[in-house]
């Protein structure tokens, strides 16, 4: 009975986001702030130290809130305190939707992703923790 519950409560959230135009990432993970709920996925799947990679994210805004004017992704490595050598560069895919090259981890270990999303002159700060062997 709670899985039939919890079955029509996914599929009512996914069709509340298709119908207010958020877009899915199938295999994502998500982040969320007050404003803002943020998907995302790497490519390659696996990142792998010293090795570039992308992230592919979409952006939703909560019920009345702003679109998002812009996203940046950066990496953060909380007990050496650095951050990565590399600076992502972000472009909007339409739809809500984002891509974002050149991001490279120099060194094994965990690592903070880092999103900002600014939108209605405000920035939204979300992490996601990532553990890099």
Known sequence: MLRSI??????????????QGCPELAGARKVESDRYVLSYRTLPEQVAVSRHFAIEMAVCPK????????????????????GMNYRAVVKPAGAGRYDAAGLMFHMPGRWDFIFEVRGGGKTDRMT??????
């Open 6 to 19: 919890a079955f029509i409560l996914s599929i009512a959230a996914a069709i509340t986001a298709v119908a």
């Open 128 to 133: 996601s923790t990532v553990m890099l062997q």
């Open 63 to 82: 019920g009345g809130q702003p679109a998002p004017e812009s996203v940046r992704v950066d990496g953060f490595m909380p007990e050496h305190n650095h």
